[in-house]
């Protein structure tokens, strides 16, 4: 079995991790299977990475939101095959409602405006970015959770809006320090699909049950595919027509396949389009087998590649017109994205991009004899009220334990309180960068910086 994929520093197995509690009794230390912990090296990059997921976000002018993790199981319940239904986080609460850690973010976002009622402004531009299950068997060792950063634009018919979100992406992407050398992002349509399945008379509400079975093209046996394409009542022909026209790798071949006039070509060469304007057009590649295996795209889909084909897809998203009516509301025309946690940051790892995100506080302080303890407290709060973050040393301490604490800490000033010092309204400052000692008076502390 590979071992369990973990990001950042949480590969490093330090420490036990089985630790002995006061009966001898053993505890388990380390998080539920296909869960992790994030210790504070971990949080901070985390946090940058959520910094930068919102930084984005915000600059495309979309509105944050949220929902509970724990949504009802029926959000979730279609019946196209799909492997994120089929390892639905399920359960049964202790009221008999069938509920569920949710999968991915899509059906919360359509609840929720849904639950806004008629009244809310269109186009609603939204994202979140929300922690997400699956309970996965298979002893791969696979995650069970993962954040997921999403982007949607409610109310939008033309490819505009996917323009939009794939410029937002692409954002991102060079913020950290990629590019199109870096990153290819597939783009199709569910529409082509459907347009070869009309040809050999297979309903439309076929084109999302087939289109989840082609996604697995890259992962399993093509005998494999066409089998449960049998199962689903294709034929022989329609199966070849299928997998013909998930072999297209220019929007010239596509016309040829589709007539000119197909809708799922004029949006793509539409698409393409509004791209050069963003200055992202190299980033993306027609590519017809690029699916999705999600069973609500109506349209244009995309994912994220890295460009040495090493990992899994990095994002994904597109077009999903039906969803807001499946659920019983009015039809909104919808469009977004989802991007893990995971994938992105092995990247940044294999590229060297992670930043040196180290602990950081600007002073240390601490005393020389405890009675001045509450002396140290008020430095303290004094400093902290103006903005500089302080790590109080809370007990006595030697200072080759200080000194190392400064260091661990990224202090930039070691502040002591000392009582001949003190008598005279002063402390001691040491700037650790310069190697330099003064006495400063209090009041002057925050001059001094
Ligand atoms: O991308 C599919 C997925 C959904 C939930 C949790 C994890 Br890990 N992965």
């Known amino acids: 079995t590979t071992a369990p994929e973990q990001t950042g520093t949480q590969d490093r197995k330090v420490g036990v991790s089985k630790a002995q509690d006061s009966k001898g009794a053993l505890i388990e230390t380390q998080p539920v299977r296909g869960t992790r912990d994030f210790a ?41 095959g799909e492997e994120i239904t089929q390892q639905l986080y399920n359960f049964e609460d202790k009221g008999g409602r069938r509920v569920a850690l949710r999968p991915e973010l899509t ?11 008629a009244g809310l402004p269109l186009p609603a531009k939204w994202f979140s970015i929300g922690q997400c299950w699956r309970y996965e068997r298979t002893t791969r060792g696979r995650r069970r959770e993962h954040f997921q950063w999403n982007m949607d634009i409610v109310g939008v018919p033309g490819v505009a809006a996917e323009a939009e979100l794939l410029a937002a992406i692409a954002l991102f992407l060079e913020r950290l320090g990629m590019s199109a050398q870096d ?4 783009v199709s349509s569910r529409k082509v699909l459907q347009a070869i399945l009309e040809r050999f008379g297979v309903p439309e509400d076929a084109v999302g049950p087939v289109s989840v079975i082609v996604d697995k093209m890259e992962k399993i046996p093509l005998e494999k595919v066409e089998e449960e394409l049998t199962e689903l009542g294709l034929s022989k022909e329609a ?9 297209i790798g220019t929007l010239e071949e596509l016309q040829q396949l589709l007539g000119e006039g197909n809708e799922a070509s004029q949006e793509l060469q539409e698409l393409f389009s509004i791209a050069e304007g963003y200055g992202i057009a190299e980033y993306l590649q027609l590519d017809t087998s690029c699916v999705r295996g999600l069973a609500y795209y109506t349209g244009v889909v995309f994912e994220g590649r890295d460009r040495a084909g090493q990992l899994r897809a990095i994002f994904g998203g597109g077009r999903y017109d039906r969803l807001l009516s499946t659920f019983g509301g009015q039809a909104q025309p919808c469009a977004g994205f989802g991007f893990g946690d995971c994938v992105i940051l092995e990247l940044l ?18 005393v020389l004899d405890e009675q001045l303890r509450s002396k140290a407290a008020q430095i303290a709060q004094r400093l902290r009220k103006a903005g500089r973050r302080v ?42 960068a310069a190697r330099e000692e003064q006495d400063v008076a209090v009041d002057a502390l925050l001059e001094a910086q």
């Open 239 to 247: 199966m070849d027509g299928i997998v013909a026209a998930t072999r």
């Open 183 to 186: 990153i290819v992002i597939k």
């Open 107 to 117: 059906p919360s976002l359509a609840r929720l405006i849904l639950a806004q009622g």
């Open 391 to 432: 790590d109080l040393v809370l007990e006595s301490k030697k200072m080759k334990w200080v000194f190392k604490q400064a260091e661990r800490c990224g202090a930039e000033r070691l502040i002591i309180v000392a009582p001949d010092e003190w008598e005279r309204g002063m402390v001691r400052v040491k700037d650790l």
């Open 349 to 366: 790892q294999d590229k060297g991009l992670v930043p040196e995100l180290p602990h950081k506080v600007e002073d240390l302080v601490m």
């Open 40 to 80: 504070p090296d971990d949080y901070r990059l985390r946090q940058w990475l959520f910094g930068e997921f919102e930084a984005v976000s915000r600059l495309f002018g979309f509105e944050q939101f949220e929902t509970p993790v724990l949504e009802s199981e029926e959000l979730f319940v279609r019946k196209a």
